[in-house]
C-alpha cells in the first residue's frame, strides 16, 4: 500500500486531498499508478470519482495493465520505472493538496 495507506479511512480531510489531486491528474498517469495496487488502495480514488469516470479510469487501467504484459505490478525487482514514477507523483500530489486550507 505505502504511500496511499494515510487516505485509506474516508473521511472529509481524506477525500478533499484525493479529490484535489485527481483534478491534477492525467487519466493514464492515473491509471499507470494503480496498476498493482489492492483494491482498498484503488478504491481511495475511485470512491472520489462519478460513475462514468470511474469506468473509463478502470478502461485506462486494463489498457495499462495489457501494455504493461498482464504481469501485474512487478517484475522481479518491483514496480516499473513509469509506474513507480506515476505513483510517486501521484503521491505528491496528495501530500500537497493535504497541506491546503479546507474549502469553505
Known amino acids: 500500500m505505502g504511500e496511499f495507506g494515510a487516505y485509506l479511512r ?3 480531510e481524506n477525500d478533499i486531498a484525493v479529490q484535489r489531486a485527481l483534478v491534477e491528474t492525467e487519466e493514464a498517469e492515473l491509471a499507470l499508478a494503480l496498476v498493482g495496487l489492492d483494491e482498498a488502495s484503488r478504491n481511495i480514488f475511485l470512491r472520489n470519482m462519478s460513475e462514468r469516470g470511474k469506468a473509463s479510469l ?8 495489457e501494455r504493461l504484459g498482464g504481469r501485474g505490478p512487478a517484475g522481479a525487482g518491483g514496480p516499473s520505472s513509469e509506474v513507480a514514477a506515476a505513483r510517486a507523483a501521484l503521491a505528491a500530489r496528495l501530500e500537497a493538496a493535504s497541506r491546503l486550507p479546507p474549502p469553505r
Open 58 to 65: 478502470l478502461s485506462a487501467l486494463a489498457r495499462a495493465e
Open 10 to 12: 474516508p473521511c472529509a
